[in-house]
């Protein structure tokens, strides 16, 4: 059973345009999240999180909103930028303290120039 | 400050073989954390450790093993490979109190 999933693949957009990335979950006991960025032949880098008890955080060109009632958050990349081209990832967790993170399968997305 | 380091990078087994899989966190960090990605899978949860002590589990069968030392650096071990096994295996490290993990490069397991 899939607690957290990204049900897009794949997502082009333009240079300097929006991409905005989707997550859904169905533990209603995750309360951490986290998105993450993969390039090929490396490992995840950490972009943003967000805790329950917000609905939304930015850090620079990212945001990410959390929306409880749905158990779906998203992440927006404005403007996109070509080196934004990676894998994204979501993940979640049941409390902040312990690194069970349950992960997301991934959406590759594609910034053209 | 030196990040994550995974070793070996590849490595390939035959089927029944074991393999070991280590893994140097970032200096300070007591949490390591195992994840395997395959395919369509997503990453899942191996198990981690947290001052010597397995913290968390996933849903792994016994094959999947590891430890962790006294200077927080981590081994995983698969015994009795199976093709099944072939996946990039990713090691993550955090100060251990919370918040976003921290991953190496990995170790790409070919099980031929």
């Known amino acids: 059973d899939q607690q957290v999933k990204q049900n897009s693949p794949s997502l082009s957009v333009q240079e300097g345009r929006i991409s905005i990335l989707n997550c859904d979950y169905t533990n209603s006991m995750f309360d951490y999240f986290l998105w993450y960025k993969k390039y090929p032949a490396e490992g995840p880098t950490f972009l943003i999180s967000?805790?329950?008890?917000?609905d939304k955080n930015e850090d620079g060109r990212f945001t990410v909103f959390l929306n409880k009632s749905a158990k779906h958050l998203s992440l927006h990349i404005v403007p996109s930028q070509p080196g934004d081209s990676a894998v994204y990832f979501c993940?979640?967790?049941?409390?902040?303290?312990?690194?069970?993170?349950?992960f997301g399968t991934g959406t590759r997305l594609k910034v053209l120039a | 400050k030196a990040g994550v380091t995974q070793t070996p990078r590849y490595l390939i087994k035959t089927r029944g073989q074991q393999v070991t899989l280590s893994c140097s966190p970032i200096?300070?960090?007591?949490?390591v954390s195992w994840y395997q990605q395959t395919p369509g899978q997503g990453l899942q949860f191996l198990f981690e450790y947290f001052s010597e002590t397995q913290r968390n589990k996933g849903n792994f069968p016994g094959r999947f093993s590891g430890r962790q030392f006294s200077n927080s650096r981590s081994e995983m071990n698969v015994s009795t490979l199976e093709l099944g096994d072939s996946a990039l295996y990713l090691c993550?490290?955090?100060?251990?109190?919370?918040?976003?993990?921290?991953f190496g490069n990995g170790t790409r397991l070919t099980v031929t």
């Open positions: 993940a979640a967790s049941e409390t902040s303290g312990t690194y069970k993170y349950i």
């Open positions: 200096s300070g960090h007591r949490s």
């Open positions: 967000i805790s329950s008890i917000k």
């Open positions: 993550a490290s955090s100060p251990g109190s919370g918040g976003p993990l921290h």
